[in-house]
């Protein structure tokens, strides 16, 4: 028994519509039935295995009906090398409409051109900040030490005979620093790593080490 109302409504959702497998492993093997004719001539009716591919192979849903000596829903399936199966309700849903798939891959691609150019836009907001903020610091940089040095330092570069607080604006605070004394003054060393490190007699730079 089946309600005629949902028999209805299944042959409106599926006749004309294309379908394609999931590829799922646990997708019944697909039978069709062929007629061919005997040695005597006589047409017999003989079941046929049907490839039904791995995702990519695309049917038509010719009609909904029910089969002779079939209790069940049937779903008419034929492909482009004209073959026909039939699948069940337990069958047939390991099957995909063709729209569907094409509309989430539609969405797909608008998402990731949505994330695309956000991430542009993040970009050249990013780019036109560190500009902004480059310029900002040159035009302190050369009011506070003049142009010469000013923009010197506004690129972060350091320059023999540069004072301790011009190095620290140009290459910022040093990982760690360590200071002589002696009868002849005071030398002091300012390390960043085990690379870069600037070495001072009294207040000025006298040795850059990079």
């Known amino acids: 028994f089946i309600l005629v109302s949902y028999f209805v409504k299944q042959k409106q959702i599926y006749k004309g519509e294309n379908l394609i497998s999931d590829g799922s492993s646990e997708t019944p093997d697909l039978i069709k039935t062929v007629n061919i004719e005997d040695e005597n001539?006589?047409?017999?009716?003989?079941?046929?295995?049907?490839?039904?591919?791995?995702?990519?192979?695309?049917?038509?849903?010719?009609?909904?009906?029910?089969?002779?000596?079939?209790?069940?829903?049937?779903?008419?399936?034929?492909?482009?090398?004209?073959?026909?199966?039939?699948?069940?309700?337990?069958t047939i849903k390991y099957w995909k409409f063709e729209k569907d798939i094409l509309a989430e891959e539609k969405l797909r691609k608008e998402n990731n051109q949505k994330i695309q150019q956000e991430r542009e836009k993040e970009s050249q907001a990013r780019k036109l900040k560190e500009k902004l903020n480059a310029e900002n610091r040159k035009k302190e940089c050369i009011a506070k030490f003049g142009v010469e040095l000013g923009e010197i330092i506004a690129l972060h570069k350091v320059k023999i005979g540069m004072t301790k607080e011009m190095c620290k604006v140009s290459w910022g605070i040093p990982i760690w620093s360590d200071k002589t004394t002696t009868s002849t003054g005071t030398t002091e060393n300012w390390y960043y790593g085990y690379v870069h490190s600037l070495h001072f007699e009294g207040n000025l730079l006298a040795r850059i080490e990079q």
């Open 41 to 90: 001539g006589k047409v017999i009716t003989k079941p046929k295995i049907v490839e039904y591919g791995n995702g990519n192979n695309i049917w038509k849903c010719i009609d909904v009906t029910i089969l002779e000596g079939n209790s069940e829903i049937n779903y008419i399936l034929r492909n482009n090398n004209d073959e026909t199966i039939a699948l069940s309700n337990e």
